[in-house]
């Protein structure tokens, strides 16, 4: 300790390094002692509510213990590398490689080889095959893992779907269990957990999938949500969070299943708290840190059904001045009682696409009417800024579907100019990604644009958008495009994510870190073509996540692919059942 404490005066943001944050609960060594770790840097992972409540799980079971561990800078890393310290746990200051199990959250793909970082800093072995029982069971869970496959060389066994249950069984399972190997094959009896192992691809001569070896793997479902664990208190970060505020979970789920997003597809069915447990547990929240900001997180939160009445509740009960936020709404969801702040600064929308053709080819279903009536609302409160999210690249995409987004711009400029008594100059921020094909979505299967055709439209919108009072975001191409291989890759991956990592690689969702050429090498030195998993997927072939079953159908999925290349739009369950495969989970059946 020593050591660390020479260590910290040297290193930017020691604060990230110290645990024993305000509201963090007493750790103690346990019969089983589980770490929860976040590949990235401290302000980021102690944003991130899905940790809370695992760790909140863990701790509820008798003899269980939970921990946790983010990534170190670089700075503190290469210190810890140098002086032969094992990366440790925050609180018990416990190095990793004695824990018991690490619990590894994957929530973006591009934090991949910051897994390896970690574990690397730890001292343990990075592949699992070269683990023995010495070793800690390495587990990961989170959005990424309905595709583990680019990962299944590294962990021992992935949690699929909601963890309040599945991870509840498996501490409870390992207190039990004599053995690594006792362990996961009796772990493979819970639901939503997979164990590589025990279950893998087998490939033709051409290095396709042709099938899976091993038991299908049904995905967790928490359907009591109301019920279920979630932490009343949380720590105060020791330094400034990105999301620095209380956070409460309004609903799991969402109704509107636009079909570009993965999201609304792996976390069906909707299952919405009720106001008197959302207005409880912020109070509680508030009281407890002290903070003056409450976040209502869900994928549409003004889908809520109960928001007008949750609204109403918090605005009773919250210490007066708590700015309630809501993230990123849907135009057609906004009301005015949506924005009662005292602080009219920005709102953000997100219409995804410029024109009323591609919005019902990705199943969005808002008309422009809808759009303008939306910001003249939040004119109407005093709002002079909008931030409008849209994609390029979507299937069928033409050039006038991005000549539309302009058109967009242009008709809120005539809304907002039409009342002359504004005295702020209207400012809009367009911010503009490259699609994405995700696994368990209706676009899956489609191809990712090339390098041609991304500067070729990113050359339309420039041209559009060059408007005063207008500024236009975009992302790095190279960026997307490995996150494209990562999403969709399957085992082979796994040599390319060690070889980056060992080129060098690593923070590589931070922009000054990511470097192309070291992963281009990764591909080529694996001998593995980046390629097969940007081109267009048949939909009779096997892919890499079939052995997973979400809930939701691939023939529902494909459906929904057929009826976007018609130009239809199916809209969301709210306006009757889709027959995604949920049926009998789902409160709206």
Known sequence: MKTI?????????????????????????????????????????????????????????????????????????????????????????????????????????????????????????????????????????????????????????????????????????????????????????????????????????????????????EKAFCLDLENATFPHVQPVGNIEAVHDRAVIEVMRGCYRGCRFCQAGFIYRPVRPRSVENLTKTACDLINFTGFDSLSMNSLSTGDYPNLRELLSSLESNLPENTKVSLPSLRIDSFEEYYAKESRKSSLTFAPEAGTQRLRDVINKDIKTEEILSGVQKAFNLGYSAIKLYFMMGLPTEVDSDLEGIAEIVEQIRKVYSENPKRLRSLRINVSVSTFIPKPFTPFAFEKFISKEEYLHKLEVLKKRLFIHGVSLNWNDYELSLLEVALARGDRKMGKVILNAFNNGSYFDSWGEFINYEKWLNAFESAGVDINAYTREFSETETLAWDFIDIGVTKKFLLKERHLAYNEKCSGGCQTGCKGCGLKGRCNLV
Not at 80 to 90: A, D, F, Q, R, V
Not at 153 to 165: A, C, Q, S, T
Not at 186 to 211: C, F, H, M, Q, R
């Open 5 to 217: 404490d020479e260590i910290l005066l040297s290193v930017e943001k020691p604060a990230r390094y110290i645990g024993g944050e305000y509201g963090e609960r007493d750790v103690k060594e346990e019969k089983f002692n589980f770490c929860i770790c976040f590949p990235d840097v401290y302000e980021v992972a102690t944003s991130n509510l899905g940790i809370r409540i695992v760790q909140e799980v863990i701790n509820s079971v008798e003899g269980a213990s939970a921990d946790r561990c983010f990534a170190p800078w670089r700075d503190f890393g290469m210190a810890l590398k140098e002086n032969g310290i094992p990366l440790y746990s925050l609180n018990l200051k416990k190095p990793l490689k004695d824990f018991d199990m690490l619990g590894f959250s994957l929530q973006y793909e591009m934090s991949y080889t910051t897994i390896l970082y970690m574990l690397d800093l730890a001292g343990i072995p990075l592949l699992s095959k070269d683990r023995d029982e010495s070793y800690p069971i390495i587990q990961g869970g989170g959005p990424c893992a309905v595709n583990p496959e680019p990962l299944a060389d590294f962990f021992d066994l992935f949690v699929i779907g909601d963890g309040e249950d599945s991870m509840r069984e498996l501490a409870t399972l390992k207190l039990s269990c004599k053995s690594k190997e006792e362990f996961l094959r009796k772990a493979t009896n819970i639901k939503g957990v997979y164990v590589p192992s025990l279950t893998y691809p087998v490939y033709d001569e051409n290095g396709a999938i042709v099938k899976f070896k091993g038991a299908k793997v």
